[in-house]
């Protein structure tokens, strides 16, 4: 299926979302569970321990990140009942990830001991190519990668371990299913499945230090507060969360993938020695509005009415200020292990784009990887579930005013 063929749709209920009767179900009995989800630092600490009997969350200044976050999320306007058990359920797993974590780590404590390769690092904005890329270079045996129902629920409840199918799997089916009732257009922009391979944006939420934060709603203080502070041990944290995983599900290399990587170069080399990193990159304007697409629609899930041209003006700055940093460090790897690589030629050679970068890694292209990966193309063509239409009128943007806010980065890297 191509672009000119694929089924376009228009989300023409942004601003005043409209539900199924069968979401409306799901939301209402969502709305039944609010007043047993207060969005509260400590009823949170105290259901997480009651859920795993552990008592210790590790290094406790996260807990300043986490009342930065709570604020955030509690002065939004027409937060839906709904929309407040979505979150106490979300940093309720992040809690209970980091007890897991630290009682992991105190029983096995030679998982410190274990090094790991440097990771291959994808780095690009959404719509850039980088979830297909992800998937694609996964598709073989050569690295390890994260799926979803991993990346949400890293390590195993103990009282679950070893019980298959695992449980994890499980609860992850039902909240995809969830997901894509209540969104069911949120696939067409970002498919997301239990065993897709995921970013490992999941893992550094639980740190409480990551862009994800900034996805999920509108957090002015948090955003801020996250800009100001050095992020070397929070991706420290994901070192040691990544070697765990390894040493309960094995593999040898990682390969990893998120947008906040593209202002976080300098953490990411000193973190992962010899990192390879792949920014991937496209015209900015359909980038720009998709990903404010995704944002705005995603919104739905806690809040309504949902104010579409608040967002969109916000999330255009904050774009224009990541991408400012990554020019601004772009350098600091250099080509012998680093690419950019533009969305164009990706789709027009998909193999070939792949196996300079197996080579930039020194990796091998074994007839089991390449034949791995052409199974995950057959089976994945673009737009295949559908497009959704965008445009600067949807989000109440200029688009001269976008073209001249990434002009720069555009020159530089599609000219």
Not at 135 to 153: I, K, M, Q, S
Not at 158 to 183: H, K, L, T
Not at 243 to 263: D, M, N, Y
Not at 319 to 342: K, N, T, W
Request: hydrophobic fraction near 45%; include cysteine.
């Amino acid at each position: 299926m191509t672009d000119a063929t694929a089924a376009i749709v228009h989300l023409s209920d942004l601003a005043q979302p409209k539900f199924s009767q069968e979401a409306e179900q799901i939301r209402d009995v969502m709305a039944s569970m609010a007043p047993d989800c207060p969005l509260d630092a400590d009823a949170l600490h105290a259901r997480a321990m009651a859920d795993t009997g552990l008592q210790d969350f590790g290094a406790d200044d996260y807990r300043e990140r986490l009342d930065v976050f709570l604020a955030d999320v509690c002065d939004i306007d027409d937060l839906t009942a709904a929309g407040t058990v979505n979150f106490f359920s979300q940093l309720l797993q992040v809690l209970k990830n980091r007890l897991l974590l630290t009682d992991l780590l105190k029983r096995h404590p030679e998982i410190h001991d274990i090094e790991l390769e440097p990771p291959v690092v994808i780095a690009g904005l959404p719509r850039t190519g980088t979830t297909h890329l992800h998937n694609l270079l996964g598709a073989g045996p050569t690295f390890r990668t994260l799926p979803y129902w991993e990346g949400v629920e890293p390590f195993p409840i103990p009282s679950e371990a070893g019980i298959e199918p695992d449980p994890r799997r499980s609860r992850m089916d039902v909240a995809v299913a969830v997901m894509n009732i209540v969104m069911p257009h949120f696939a067409l922009m970002h498919e997301m499945t239990t065993e897709h391979v995921h970013e490992e944006i999941q893992l550094l939420a639980n740190d409480v230090s990551t862009m994800l934060m900034e996805t999920l709603c509108q957090a002015p203080r948090w955003r801020d507060f996250y800009l100001s502070h050095d992020q070397t041990t929070h991706y420290e944290y994901l070192a040691t969360q990544l070697k765990a995983l390894q040493f309960l599900r094995g593999g040898r290399r990682w390969l990893l993938k998120s947008p906040q990587h593209l202002e976080q170069l300098a953490v990411l080399d000193q973190v992962f020695p010899g990192v390879v990193v792949v920014c991937t990159h496209r015209d900015p304007l359909p980038v720009v509005l998709s990903m404010i697409a995704m944002i705005t629609y995603s919104a739905r899930m806690h809040r309504s009415p949902v104010p579409v041209d608040e967002i969109a003006a916000s999330w255009l700055d904050r774009l224009e200020r990541m991408l400012g940093a990554f020019m601004r460090d772009r350098s600091i790897i250099g080509p012998e292990r680093s690419i950019d690589v533009r969305f164009d030629d990706f789709m027009a050679d998909e193999l070939g784009v792949t196996e300079q970068i197996y080579a930039l890694a020194g990796e091998p292209v074994s007839e089991e990887v390449r034949t791995a990966m052409t199974r995950y193309l057959a089976g994945h063509q673009r737009n295949r579930l559908g497009r959704v239409a965008t445009s600067c009128d949807m989000f109440g943007l200029d688009p001269d005013d976008l073209r001249a806010r990434f002009a720069a980065y555009a020159e530089r890297f599609l000219s």
